[in-house]
């Protein structure tokens, strides 16, 4: 049990324009996701925590209006990068529950 | 920022237990102790977690000092799948942060 997943597991887009990453709890209920960039050899870091129905709680340094997260459900959350541009390019991971069940992430390249 | 401190990197031969060490000293009587690994290109993997208790499951131990200010966790039988960044984590609120943790490397 406890399966999270994200969709796309890879994206290439072009500079300028959105991309959307979906993150599923498959076989449980989550009041709150977690959404994590992690660049080449480095560690995770949190960008925001996306609470069901309400609106989500970004890190400091982490523009709201570029990140949008929207937690409709209790199985889903997306994270949309607006205006993509290459230092965006990155690895994006998240996470349900309290005890934080990862998904497999999801890289995205903007060329 | 973390608030843990682990060795950059360690190395284990294959077959024998790997002994991964982590400093807490300001760790708050509420917050637990976490673990988990992340395997190159994929999502965190959880592997144990305790209080102050000693705690053991099916993939590693989990070695908490009585001043719970440093941890160990031990995988008693390495494999060259445990090859990982393992990662110590003190939290008691819902969010996680993570340091930079200990890249492991199982040696056939």
């Known amino acids: 049990g406890a399966v999270v997943s994200q969709h796309p597991s890879w994206v290439i887009c072009k500079s300028g324009t959105s991309v959307k990453i979906e993150c599923r709890s498959l076989?449980?209920?989550?009041?709150?996701m977690f959404w994590y960039r992690q660049f080449p050899k480095q560690s995770l870091m949190l960008m925001a925590t996306s609470n069901e129905g309400s609106k989500a709680t970004y890190e400091q340094g982490v523009e709201k209006d570029k990140f949008l997260i929207n937690h409709a459900s209790l199985t889903l959350s997306t994270l949309t990068v607006t205006s993509a541009h290459p230092e965006d390019s990155s690895f994006y991971i998240c996470?349900?529950?309290?005890?934080?069940?990862f998904g497999p992430g999801t890289r995205l390249t903007v060329t | 920022d973390a608030k843990t401190t682990q060795p950059t990197s360690m190395d284990c031969a294959e077959g024998r237990a790997a002994n991964l060490p982590c400093n807490h000293s300001?760790?708050?009587?509420?917050?637990?102790v976490y673990w988990y690994r992340q395997i190159h290109s994929q999502g965190p993997q959880y592997i144990i977690h305790?209080?102050?208790n000693n705690e053991t499951n099916e993939m590693a131990s989990l070695i908490i000092t009585e001043d719970r200010k440093s941890s160990t966790l031990i995988l008693p039988h390495a494999t060259l799948r445990d090859t990982a960044v393992y990662y110590c984590i003190v939290r008691a609120a819902s969010d996680m942060r993570f340091g930079a943790g200990t890249r492991l490397t199982v040696k056939p």
């Open positions: 996470s349900a529950g309290y005890e934080q069940y």
């Open positions: 305790g209080l102050k």
């Open positions: 300001t760790i708050s009587g509420n917050e637990y």
């Open positions: 076989d449980f209920q989550a009041t709150t």
